[in-house]
C-alpha cells in the first residue's frame, strides 16, 4: 500500500514557475513509477510525465516538454514536478500516482494522490 500526498500547487503568472511535491508513505516507494497526471474542468485526466523507480527512464507529454521536469528522491520518499514557463492552459488539478509498471497510462497506476490545484493566469 502506497498513499500519496501532493502539495506546492498555487496561483502563479503566466511564464512563472512552481514546484510540486509528492510525499509518499511505504517503504516500497523505490520500486514504483510514479507519474504526474493533471484534469481540468470538464476535462479528462491527462498524463503529464513519468519517471522509472530509479529515475532512468523519464517521459514527458508534448505539451510539457522542455518546460517540466519530473524527478524523485528515493530517500525521501518524494517525487518532484518542476514547472517552468508556465501558461494558462496549464491550469488544471495535478495529481501523482504510482504503478508497477513503466507507463503512461492512467489506468496503470495503482495509488493516487488527493490533488494540488494550479492556477495560472494570463
Known amino acids: 500500500q502506497v498513499q500519496l500526498v501532493e502539495s506546492g500547487g498555487g496561483l502563479v503568472q503566466a511564464g512563472g514557475s512552481l514546484r510540486l511535491s509528492c510525499a509518499a508513505s511505504?517503504?516500497?516507494?523505490?520500486?514504483?513509477?510514479m507519474g504526474w497526471f493533471r484534469q481540468a474542468p470538464e476535462k479528462k485526466r491527462e498524463f503529464v510525465a513519468r519517471?522509472?523507480?530509479?529515475?532512468?527512464?523519464?517521459y514527458y507529454a508534448d505539451s510539457v516538454k522542455g518546460r517540466f521536469t519530473i524527478s524523485r528522491d528515493n530517500a525521501k520518499n518524494t517525487v518532484y514536478l518542476q514547472m517552468n514557463s508556465l501558461k494558462p492552459e496549464d491550469t488544471a488539478v495535478y495529481y501523482c500516482?504510482?504503478?508497477?509498471?513503466?507507463?503512461?497510462?492512467?489506468?496503470?497506476?495503482?495509488?493516487w494522490g488527493q490533488g494540488t490545484q494550479v492556477t495560472v493566469s494570463s
Open positions: 511505504g517503504r516500497t516507494f523505490s520500486r514504483y513509477t
Open positions: 500516482a504510482a504503478a508497477m509498471v513503466v507507463t503512461t497510462l492512467t489506468g496503470n497506476y495503482d495509488y
Open positions: 519517471i522509472s523507480w530509479s529515475g532512468g527512464s523519464i
